[in-house]
Structure formats: C-alpha cells, structure tokens
C-alpha cells in the first residue's frame, strides 16, 4: 500500500508539472485539514492525532513528486565546502587567494576579554558549571539586553549554550517533533531547514525576492499557517541579504503567531551591525518567543563557541532540559571572557564602526560594475547578482564561483547554496580589511562585467 501510494504520488507529481501547478497548494491543503479534522471527532479520535498523520502524508507526497522518495530537504550544497577546499590547497601551493566566502570575523577582540579568560584558567576555572550557563553571565546578558532594548529581562530569561548553532537546535527540538509543521523564510541560513528535517517536521518555505526588497509576503505567511505548525523562523539582519524587517512587518508576524498560538523563532546573531532601524523580537511580549544570540561576530569570539537564548522561563527550562542530556556547559574560563566581553562596549563601538564603512564602501564600488544588489540593512554580508543582459541570459553561480577563484584568486559563496532559485546570486562576506576586500570586489566585478 505504501508503495502504491509512493507510485500515485510520483504520477500526480508528473500531471502537476505538466500543467504548470504548484507542488504545493495552501488552500486544498486547509481544505483537507479541516476535513480531517471533522472526520477525526465523528471518528471519537484525537484531531491531532489525525492532524500529524495528515501532515506526514503531506510530506511524503511531496518528496515522492519531486525527488522519487529521496527527502526534500538536501543536504547543505557541498560547493562551498569545495571552494574552501581549492582555496586552502591553492594557499598551500603559494597562491594569494582572497577570501570573501565565509563569515568569520577578522575584528578586534577586546584585550580584557583575552586577560579575563587566561586568568581564570590560572585560577584553575576549568571546572564544569551550571548548564544552563553561570549566574554572573546570564545576569551580564541580561543587563545587556535590558540596556539595548529597553525591556525587563532576568537571569532566568536566559540560556548560554556552546554556540548559536546549539541554541537555536534547542529552539527547534523544544518546540517541535515529529510530524509537526515550521515555517521558514528564505533565503536563509540552510541548517534551519536541516534540524527541521533530523526533527521529522515538515517546512513550508515561504521565499522572498529581490525585486520585493526581500520583504516577506504577511499573506503568505498566514496562509502557510495549518493546525501542525508549531514554529515560524525569522533572522534578520538575515543572512544572506542583510535585511532587517520593518517594525510593522516585524509586528504582523507576531501577532498572526499570537493568534495562532505558535512559537516564534529570532535569530538574532548579527544584531550587532544593523545600519538601518531595527527592532528586536524581545521588544514584543504578546507571543510565545524565542531569540538567539551569539559573541562570535558582534564581540569578534567565533572560536569561543559561546552563544544564548533568550525566552520565557517555561520555554528556557524546556530547553535547558534537552541541552543537559547532551553536554554539562560552557567551560567556565570561556564563560568569563564572555562576561567580560560585554562591558567591553569601546571595542564594540569600533567594530560597528568599521563594518558600517566596509558596507558603505563595498556598495560605492560594487554600484560601477554591472551587478544589482539591495545595500544591507545590517550584517556582514552583500547578496548581489549580475544584470541580465537578455531573458536568456544564464548564468551559474556555483561554475561562476569555482572559475573566480581559478583565475582571479577570490573566494565567494554561490547563491546555489541557499537555494536553486537563488542560483544567479553570488554572496560575499565583509570580513576583510578593506583594502583587501575592495581588491576582491574589483576582481568580482570584472569577472561579471
């Protein structure tokens, strides 16, 4: 019978296709929801019982139709793994590669930082702590987070896990489980997508676009809402286009996750560069939340895996649960540094400084080659594609990519990566020092023009 209906589904996928119609319809989907969920009580059963059976329905449908059975959900494209790789061994045989592919800060760390954690490594600070990360550190995180924001956070609000990364795992795996739905915009961060999928939960993806502003639609996004969802994922200044939504955008999301019920999941990690206005997550209270955090780029402390959540109490003792089945903390001496690290506020002054002109003078000189981009909000990133000349002009970022760095010595990351639709854009990273990166970027430019 399951084959059978693997067979069926592969046949419908075909008619589909040959039609022109979606993979994905939202109002038949709601209509069948809302027909099971009758046919469930008349059956004396639990609707969402029959509500996770149908979603799982939903999803195996959907990968027999377009990936013969495989999961929907690819893994993360190895391309830019490979251009690492050719990168380093190009380094290694003597070439001056320029590396505008990842996000790892070259900015200053505080000095206090470095101090703090070498001394308390001498004062034998190497034991383990509480999971959920030391009072003084969440106290510290706290404080930083009232000051910016103006709200009224306590220790408790608070959860220090090895990395951003683990912490925003822990949002997901606390919020959602088998069979469940999450909604995520893209262009975004791929593990977002991944940890849904290790999870069982099925994504709706709700895309954005240039020409939009990278805006996401408040319409889509409501009707991409079912009984199963459990979570919306949100990230701005998002990576990789550098928008930050609007307050009143920002505003509707949390009130249809309100009305709905659904947890709501920020992440937050490049708050620290934003050059247009923004508004936090935490400066919303009227729906369940959750916001994510890190010191690798704002504090320029990647290396020390140290990142945070903050929620309500209830949400951050569900997540510090799962967290103690899987590590017992933050080593101390690291959690120190962080401490420090947020009194260091002259660093991070310099730091915004010196990535707002890095946006600043990226976007002069990438505006003279034939390239279209949206000046970032915030973050570290520029997301840009190269002009068409014709409708039938083609062009391949990860090709693209891989002949950039052969002959013009410069590493990006191709738009392949976060998504086949946005596979005519290239994204380069801001973490290098400017003469360096306008180098770069002139390189890049030439090579499009």
């Known amino acids: 019978m399951f084959g059978k209906r693997f067979e069926l589904a592969r046949t419908i996928g075909g008619l589909k296709e040959s039609a022109g119609l979606p993979t994905v319809d939202s109002v038949i989907e709601n209509d069948l929801r809302q027909m ?24 195996e449908t959907i990968q027999a139709e377009i990936s013969d059975g495989k999961s929907v959900y690819k893994p993360l494209d190895p391309t830019l793994t490979e251009i690492v790789r050719q990168a380093r061994d190009a380094e290694t045989g003597g070439a001056s590669i320029i590396h505008l592919e990842l996000g790892v800060p070259d900015l200053q760390i505080s000095g206090g930082v470095i101090e703090r954690t070498i001394d308390s490594l001498r ?14 550190l969440r106290d510290a995180i706290a404080g930083y987070s009232n000051e910016r924001h103006e709200v009224d956070l306590q220790h408790g609000n608070i959860l220090v896990s090895p990395g951003a990364r683990f912490a925003v795992f822990l949002a997901m795996a606390s919020s959602m489980s088998w069979a469940d739905e999450v909604i995520i915009t893209s262009p975004n961060w791929g593990l977002y997508n991944q940890f849904a999928d290790h999870l069982g939960a099925r994504v709706r993806t709700i895309r954005t676009e240039y020409n939009e502003k990278w805006t996401p639609n408040l319409s889509d996004i ?28 920002l505003k509707s999301i949390v009130e249809i996750a309100a009305r709905k019920k659904i947890t709501l999941l920020s992440d937050e990690t490049y708050s620290g560069f934003t050059y247009a206005p923004y508004t936090s997550l935490l400066e919303f209270a009227n729906c369940k939340w959750i916001v994510i955090s890190s010191f690798s780029h704002t504090h320029s402390m990647p290396a020390f895996r140290i990142g945070y959540a903050i929620s309500s109490l209830e949400i951050v003792n569900r997540m510090d649960s799962l967290q103690r089945m899987m590590m017992q903390s933050v080593p101390e001496f690291i959690q120190e540094g962080a401490t420090e690290a947020l009194t260091s506020r002259e660093i991070l002054d310099t ?35 190269r002009k068409r000349e014709a409708e039938t002009d083609h062009f391949d970022s990860t090709q693209f990519s891989l002949e950039l760095l052969k002959q013009q010595g410069v590493a990006v990351c191709p738009g392949s ?10 994204r380069i990273s801001l973490y290098q020092p400017k003469e360096v990166l306008l180098e770069g970027i002139r390189r890049l430019g030439e090579a499009l023009s």
């Open 123 to 136: 004062k034998g600070r190497s034991q383990y702590a509480d999971t959920s990360g030391s009072r003084k």
């Open 417 to 426: 990566v976060f998504g086949d639709r946005y596979n005519d854009f290239v």
């Open 36 to 59: 099971v969920e009758e046919e469930s009580v008349l059956m004396g059963l639990d609707p969402d019982v029959g509500q996770r059976f149908l979603t799982e329905v939903f999803r």
């Open 351 to 385: 730091n915004y400084r010196t990535m707002k002109d890095r946006v600043s003078e990226a976007s002069i000189l990438l505006s003279r080659f034939p390239v279209l981009f949206r000046k970032p909000d915030g973050g570290v990133y520029i997301f840009l594609k």
């Open 222 to 249: 409501e009707n991409a809402v079912s009984r199963s969802t459990k979570m919306i994922v949100l990230s701005h200044p998002n990576n990789p286009t550098g928008k930050i939504l609007d307050k009143g955008t």
